[in-house]
């Protein structure tokens, strides 16, 4: 008698030419080790698995290396984290640079200004102060520095220049009332870089 082979769960044999063709057919998957099989010898079907004859064999038999599963899973949550602190981010700055641009507020005068409370008069100031005169001229205004006429863009060189020349670290401007007022602080910001010490402000605004 040949070896059989009885699928499991299964009652027709299959005849086998030998015992190798059993371990091969388990190689190749086409058996199971929980499928029976009868030797010529044997007077019961066992489990190949268990059949002495390939005992040795099937347990020899290494299982097939699955290949390694991609993590393929991306956690999004530190994305949306940083999204939203950048998104907030972005919002304030919008927010603020939008109320920069409505509300912009002249700077107050510096503190070394004198004003008319305190004001000495113009000849006590001669030896130490130079002259600022802002008048309006049609729609223009016009800047004087001791008389002589200045851009607005060229007063802070003119009177660095002064300074330097005369020695005069102290300004007396006089502004008339219908100077706008961003034209007062583009003077005082020029006497700022020309370095001057003190600012008599005869106005008072």
């Known amino acids: 008698m040949s070896w059989q082979l009885r699928r499991e769960g299964a009652t027709t044999p299959i005849p086998l030419p030998s015992a190798q063709a059993v371990i091969d057919g388990v190689k190749d998957g086409e058996w199971a080790e929980s499928d029976e099989v009868r030797g010529p010898g044997d007077t019961a079907w066992r489990r190949i698995e ?41 919002i304030l700055t919008a927010t603020y640079a939008t109320l920069r641009r409505t509300v912009e507020l002249p700077p107050e005068p510096p503190p070394e200004v004198s004003q008319r409370a305190s004001l000495p008069k113009l000849k006590d100031l001669e030896d130490r102060a130079f002259k600022v005169i802002v008048r309006m001229e049609g729609d223009d205004p016009v800047v004087r520095v001791e008389g002589k ?57």
């Open 50 to 90: 268990t059949h002495p004859q390939f005992e040795e064999a099937i347990g020899e038999m290494e299982e097939p290396e699955l290949p390694p599963v991609e993590e393929t899973h991306l956690d999004m949550n530190p994305l949306i984290d940083v999204s939203l602190v950048l998104l907030v981010f972005f």
């Open 149 to 205: 006429v200045v851009a607005l863009a060229d007063l802070e060189a003119e009177m660095t220049e002064y300074v330097k020349r005369k020695g005069k670290t102290e300004a007396y401007i006089d502004v008339s009332a219908d100077v706008k007022w961003a034209v007062e602080i583009k003077v005082i910001e020029a006497t700022r870089g020309a370095e001057v010490r003190r600012i008599y402000w005869p106005k008072g605004k």
